[in-house]
């Protein structure tokens, strides 16, 4: 018999946390500050201990947040970025924002950025690189080999952590976010804690680009309550830090959830001609994403959906194949890994709110379909 597998657990999150969320959003209909809120200010606190750093900026969202890092940053009009050729639209429209030129940077198997390829697209131009942690997979070896390259043009280090929030680094145990000179965090719907909008946070230790994010946010304006910059407006609204304060104490609890679904599907699944991901250590990757590879990617996703599995495609096209990157001339490219990850990626349903039988469900089917 057919069941309904969904692909999110964001509906039955919510109706677990009904009554705490509703009393979070009381509380703040009860004083009235809706905006540049204590909840606000605990959140970046409680953020900042989570992930190691000494400064916490919350902004309206990642994108935002991506933005921002690349001001910190020093980028200008003309600079050029070094980004994966394989992610999400945001983590390279921040760069266009600012009229920089984004240089792009075939990834590995896990879809991180190459370590191989990065020092053949460095040079004096290159002001920054985002490095973004795939699905929530943190390689802290592949990054420390692109740091320390980078650091030889003075370039400076972003992670984009929007899906690798929790991930622990397997060689020092560091958090992910912890080792950039800026890290950002998404926490739109879709991602490992979820606002109720949009919703995303700087992180750094260096104290002039905290506050330079701050004014950022709100219009430009500095402690001294003068505007002395073009800033924006991207608040975190209360209610969003009231919810995002609640779900923080469920974090690892959701965490561990998703990690014990990844070994099932890996220990099932390992005996059929799909590439599974590959860590170093289960607490590396934080199962944000569960990912295989395989050649039949589009049958299996048109089995799956007509099983009533919700899966999903996690990216069809690598990032220069958009049409917004059509004013680019990349330096190099030839993204082999990149296409070839848009072309086989396929993401299981993995969130902490799957049931024994939906997750049993979602083996028997992958089985079915190698059988056919």
């Not at 999110?8 to 946390?17: A, D, I, N, P, Y």
């Not at 650091?151 to 929790?166: H, M, N, P, R, S």
């Not at 561990?256 to 860590?279: C, T």
Request: charged residues 25%; glycine residues 6%.
């Amino acid at each position: 018999m057919a069941i309904e597998v969904p692909f999110f657990g964001l509906k039955r999150e919510s109706e677990t946390l009904r009554s705490e969320l509703l009393e979070g959003v009381a509380a703040v209909l009860d004083h009235g500050q809706v905006l540049q809120s204590r909840e606000v200010l605990d959140f970046e606190t409680s953020i900042a201990k989570m992930t190691g750093r000494k400064y916490a900026t919350a902004t309206g969202s990642c994108t935002d947040s991506l933005y921002f890092a690349l001001l910190a940053a020093g980028v200008s009009r003309f600079d050029e970025v070094v980004v994966p050729a394989f992610s999400y639209i945001a983590s390279a429209s921040c760069i266009l924002r600012i009229g920089a030129t984004p240089v792009f940077v075939d990834v590995d198997i896990n879809g991180n950025m190459d370590a191989n390829k990065v020092s053949a697209v460095l040079s004096e131009r290159t002001k920054a690189l985002i490095y973004v942690h795939m699905y929530g997979h943190f390689d802290e070896q592949n990054l420390s080999l692109i740091k320390a390259q980078a650091e030889k043009f003075e370039v400076t280090i972003i992670e984009d952590c929007a899906q690798a929030f929790g991930s622990i680094g397997g060689v020092s145990g560091v958090p992910a976010g912890s080792l950039g000179s800026i890290a950002c965090i998404s926490f739109d719907p879709t991602k490992v804690i979820s606002a109720l909008g949009s919703g995303g946070v700087l992180l750094t230790d260096d104290e002039n680009d905290a506050i330079l994010s701050k004014k950022l946010r709100y219009h430009g304006k500095g402690p001294e309550g003068k505007f002395d910059l073009l800033g924006f407006n991207s608040q975190m609204p209360t209610i969003t830090a009231s919810a995002l304060l609640i779900k923080l104490k469920y974090d690892e609890k959701w965490r561990v959830k998703r990690q014990k679904i990844a070994k099932i599907y890996i220990e099932n699944l390992k005996r059929f001609p799909v590439r599974l991901p590959e860590v170093q250590k289960i607490e590396t990757h934080n199962y944000h994403k569960f990912v295989i590879n395989l050649d039949q990617r589009e049958e299996a996703l048109e089995w799956l959906l007509s099983s009533g599995i919700q899966a999903m495609v996690h990216y069809r096209e690598p990032l220069p194949q958009h049409k917004i990157f059509d004013c680019c001339s990349p330096k190099n490219n030839e993204f082999e890994r990149a296409q070839k990850l848009s072309h086989t990626c396929l993401s299981l349903p993995c969130h902490a709110f799957l049931s024994e039988l939906e997750i049993d469900y979602v083996i028997e089917k992958m089985e079915e379909f190698f059988r056919l």
